[in-house]
Nanobody, 113 residues
């Protein structure tokens, strides 16, 4: 599976942004897709994930401020009430049984004060 993220950019604190991740290839049936982010000098952390049954999960630091959704092999992440700490590179990930994980190249989100 190939993943291409888009939608990142510079946004003021308190603003909103929607990220997209286009998945090409066979994503399988029992898949799990998610958004991760990595701030400068920080570990990559889970932001949100969704599986083939539509079950969603969110990281503690963003819960209530982000929404993950999946439509026709495109994964979305709606971010609102952005904070300076949300700055980082956002990556899309695909996982499925008996297949290696796939990652996108990432899209930069910068929140300014």
């Amino acid at each position: 599976v190939q993943l291409v993220e888009s939608g990142g950019g510079l946004v003021q604190a308190g603003g909103s942004l929607t990220l997209s991740c286009a998945a090409s290839g066979d994503i399988g049936v029992s898949w799990l897709m998610g958004w991760y982010r990595q701030g400068y000098g920080q570990k990559r952390e889970l932001v949100a994930q969704i599986d083939g049954d539509g079950v969603k999960g969110y990281g503690q630091s963003v819960e209530g401020r982000v929404t993950i959704s999946m439509t026709k092999n495109t994964l979305y992440l709606q971010l609102k009430s952005l904070e300076l700490e949300d700055t980082g590179v956002y990556f899309c990930k695909h996982a499925a049984p008996r297949r290696p994980d796939s990652w996108g190249q990432g899209t930069q989100v910068t929140v300014s004060s």
